[in-house]
């Protein structure tokens, strides 16, 4: 889930990951960053190891995304994918 999105006075997006499962595992977190017109300035990609029945919070510097004052919005998959 995010939580919040690169911005100028915060040049990291956050987001929430959940792991509902009762065992550790390790999450992808797939993030778009989109201008005012909608086109995908870039995509990052982040792995987080969250705790069994437990959430965590990621945050992903927007570097590659280009300039963050183009950045208009973020969007994650609202399913991270288990990777182990």
């Known amino acids: 889930m995010l939580t919040h999105c ?3 006075d ?3 997006t956050t987001v929430k990951v959940r792991n509902p499962n009762g ?5 992808a977190v797939r993030i778009s960053y989109k201008d005012a017109r ?3 300035m870039s995509e990052t990609y982040d792995q987080v190891l969250v705790s069994a029945k ?3 919070r990621v945050r992903v510097a ?3 995304a280009g ?5 208009d919005r ?3 998959n609202p399913r991270a994918t288990a990777v182990r």
Do not use: M, Q
């Not at 065992?23 to 999450?27: A, H, K």
């Not at 300039?67 to 950045?71: E, N, R």
């Open 6 to 8: 690169a911005n100028t």
């Open 10 to 12: 915060d040049p990291y």
């Open 23 to 27: 065992r550790e595992g390790l999450f």
């Open 38 to 40: 909608g086109f995908t």
């Open 54 to 56: 437990s959430d965590t």
């Open 62 to 64: 927007a570097a590659s």
């Open 67 to 71: 300039p963050v004052d183009k950045i």
């Open 74 to 76: 973020c969007e994650v």
